[in-house]
């Protein structure tokens, strides 16, 4: 786990070149076990074929030797029912089987035994043997069993040339045994056949005994013809069915070698064809080779496309990003990464990189606005402020605490900032910063006053005027008006209206159901006058001394705005 954390992690730090070449590579893998895969099928097909093609050209060649056997055997019984022959008549036996010597190029040798293995006629009559043939195993089991019997390996006593003997008892017309008829099938005939029947490059057609003795192969017959089987081989001949196997021939040749023992046709000989291995799989393997060889071009050409379109559709624009925010981050406010949108991944993130740097641009170029705008309204607020506590501590109120009529401004001015600022000191909701003023002085505020207009969103300065206002004359109603009565309330309507191409909010304070009023006697007090002056430069007031109640006329510019 541990070791696989740290591969992650070291891949992880990579560069992209690298990452690519190795997702390159892990894309491939599957590519590589397909080709693997269908290479390893492929050549276990040719395999499974080259077994079963060897298996097939021992058994035909074992068929071919079969049908050779089998006309020697139909000779030798037809023959040994010719009655010279069948009663051992020497000079009509003789004259016979020279007439047919010339049609028998297969055989060196036809001769007629007598039941004690001496010979009594036959071709070719060169040389009689005085011991006979009463010693060979041939000569005993053809009398023992009755049936044609297939020799042994053998130099022939009247040609003295390797042969296969083929030997059938000949019986008299009583049915009694009394000979044997045998054949001697030249082994140089039988190679030669072989060698017009043909072998595969590099194969391989071996003909052997019972005893393992090679009577007959090619290539190389002169060679192997009457050695022996190798040791490790003999156990084929006594196999229970026809197989293949592996090996490496005495020729030094590595074979697939199909065999049929001596217990399959034709009965007594085992016959065995070998296939080269270079030769049989040389395809499929210059086949494999070259389908590695393509894999690994492939592979190759794949991981330089990579790397070449890598570079040019990922690296460089990742680079050149990077490179664009580096120098935009020491300074080079011109710097931009220069990727157009729509250009795939890369191409929207350098877009939105790049219009995320001209957003920080205007933001901080606005932020410096907004720092000058701000210093300003801070000494504007400073000076309200100071105005304020001038004109409250002016007053000549014999007995009476200032500093809560001061709080209570400060706090309508402090409202009407937090209203501001929540709106980024752009507009302030008109609805909202009246409410801002009632709710702390007015209990039950639904009742006792009632805020009926259209939306609308005044400048700051204008807000901040108008809140002073308000709170004045919600102030006075308290203290003298309907507010300061259990059942009197205030209606605040405002509506806008045109005049002179300009936007005008008019707004109307009336009281209600309160206590009669009178005009003040003397000069205005100190709310009066702040009324009359707040909205100074923007708009205007009118107060009315109703005796149902205070009424109060506000008018604002709308276009044009003052600065506090």
């Given at each position: ?30 590519g590589f076990a397909i080709v693997a895969f269908t290479q390893y099928q492929v050549n276990r097909s040719r395999h499974l074929e080259v077994e ?176 022996r089987i190798p040791t490790p081989y003999l156990r084929l001949l006594t196999a229970q069915q026809p197989g293949w196997e592996e090996v490496t ?134 000076a309200t402020v100071h105005a304020l506590a001038v004109s409250t501590m002016n007053k000549e109120i014999a007995g009476k605490e200032l500093l ?161």
């Amino acid at each position: 786990m541990k070791s696989r954390s740290a591969w992650s992690a070291k891949f992880s730090g990579a560069s992209l070149r690298t990452r690519l070449i190795a997702l390159s590579l892990a894309a491939l893998i599957p590519g590589f076990a397909i080709v693997a895969f269908t290479q390893y099928q492929v050549n276990r097909s040719r395999h499974l074929e080259v077994e079963q093609l060897a298996v097939r050209s021992a058994l035909q060649g074992a068929f071919e030797l079969d049908r050779i056997i089998s006309d020697v055997k139909i000779l030798i019984a037809t023959v040994s029912h010719v009655p010279d022959v069948r009663d051992l008549n020497d000079a009509g036996c003789s004259s016979y089987l020279a007439a047919l010597r010339s049609d028998l190029p297969n055989l060196n040798a036809l001769v007629i035994l007598d039941s004690t293995g001496h010979l009594r006629c036959g071709f070719p009559p060169t040389h009689v043997p005085e011991e006979g043939f009463a010693e060979r195993p041939y000569f005993r089991d053809a009398l023992q069993s009755g049936k044609p019997v297939i020799g042994e390996y053998t130099i022939g006593k009247i040609s003295g040339r390797p042969v296969l003997p083929i030997a059938l008892a000949i019986k008299d017309q009583a049915g009694n045994t009394n000979g044997v008829i045998v054949a001697s099938l030249d082994l140089s005939w039988l190679g030669d056949m072989l060698q017009q029947r043909g072998v595969p490059p590099g194969g391989s057609l071996t003909v052997a005994d019972r005893n393992g003795v090679i009577i007959a192969r090619q290539p190389f017959s002169d060679r192997f013809v009457g050695t022996r089987i190798p040791t490790p081989y003999l156990r084929l001949l006594t196999a229970q069915q026809p197989g293949w196997e592996e090996v490496t021939s005495q020729d030094g040749t590595r074979r697939v070698l199909g065999y049929v023992p001596l217990s399959a046709p034709p009965v007594g000989l085992y016959v065995s064809a070998g296939l080269s291995t270079d030769a049989s799989y040389r395809a499929v393997k210059d086949a494999t080779r070259i389908g590695v060889a393509l894999v690994i071009s492939g592979a190759l050409a794949t991981l330089l496309a990579t790397w070449t379109m890598g570079s040019r559709v990922f690296v460089r624009p990742i680079e050149q990003i990077t490179q664009s925010l580096r120098m935009w981050r020491s300074g080079d406010r011109l710097a931009r990464t220069r990727q157009v949108a729509g250009n795939g991944e890369i191409g929207n993130l350098g877009a939105e990189l790049d219009r995320l740097m001209d957003e920080i641009d205007r933001s901080q170029e606005q932020q410096g606005l907004l720092a000058g705008e701000l210093e300003h309204r801070v000494k504007n607020t400073l000076a309200t402020v100071h105005a304020l506590a001038v004109s409250t501590m002016n007053k000549e109120i014999a007995g009476k605490e200032l500093l809560p009529d001061f709080l209570a401004r400060i706090g309508a001015l402090a409202r009407t900032h937090e209203v501001l600022t929540r709106e980024r000191w752009e507009a302030a909701d008109l609805h909202k910063l009246l409410i801002g003023v009632f709710q702390p002085l007015v209990g039950n505020l639904d009742l006792r006053v009632g805020l009926i207009g259209p939306d609308v969103e005044l400048p700051p300065a204008e807000a901040l005027a108008l809140t002073m206002v308000v709170h004045e004359l919600c102030t006075n109603a308290l203290k003298y008006g309907s507010l300061g009565s259990p059942n009197g309330r205030v209606e605040l309507t405002w509506a806008i209206v045109r005049r002179n191409a300009g936007r005008l909010l008019e707004m109307t304070w009336r009281e209600k159901d309160g206590p009669a009023i009178q005009p003040p006697s003397g000069k205005a007090g100190f709310g009066t006058r702040m009324i009359e002056r707040a909205l100074r430069g923007s708009g205007s007031v009118a107060i009315e001394f109703d005796p149902s109640g205070l009424i109060c006329r506000i008018e604002i510019a709308l276009e044009k705005s003052a600065e506090i």
